[in-house]
């Protein structure tokens, strides 16, 4: 089992940055596959960002040059940066874990979950 804890989420304003942070334990982090997801009010839970165990970095067209995952395996974290926030941003961000790559873009392709954090976008 993986327990996965973010922080690092509140009201920020338009145009402004962020850094999401994911915290891990339980098993060998480095072996998994991370993922950010977020989901606003009504709204499916919707692909943000991931990163495999190479390093290479997958992201949603929305988000890609503003966005950056990165991870530290010897801490057993994972992070999300992201720059010139908008609005319609706002929402639940949520850390995941995967065992195994089969699809990066969708919630299934994730066996573990953190809670949550929530980024606040003022316009």
């Known amino acids: 089992q993986v327990q996965l804890v973010e922080s690092g989420g509140r009201l920020v304003q338009a145009g402004g940055s962020l850094r999401l942070s994911c915290a891990a334990s339980?098993?060998?982090?480095?072996?998994?596959?991370m993922g950010w997801f977020r989901q606003a009010p009504g709204k499916e839970r919707e692909f943000v960002a991931a990163?495999?165990?190479?390093?290479?970095?997958y992201y949603a067209d929305s988000v890609k040059g503003r966005f950056t995952i990165s991870r530290d395996n010897a801490k057993n974290s994972a992070f999300l940066q992201m720059n010139s926030l908008k609005h319609e941003e706002t929402a639940v961000y949520y850390c995941?874990?995967?065992?195994?790559?089969?699809?990066?873009?969708?919630?299934?392709?994730?066996?573990?979950w953190g809670q949550g954090t929530q980024v606040t976008v003022s316009s």
């Open positions: 990163i495999v165990r190479s390093d290479s970095t």
């Open positions: 995941a874990a995967g065992a195994r790559m089969i699809v990066l873009r969708t919630p299934s392709g994730y066996d573990y």
């Open positions: 339980g098993r060998t982090f480095s072996n998994y596959l």
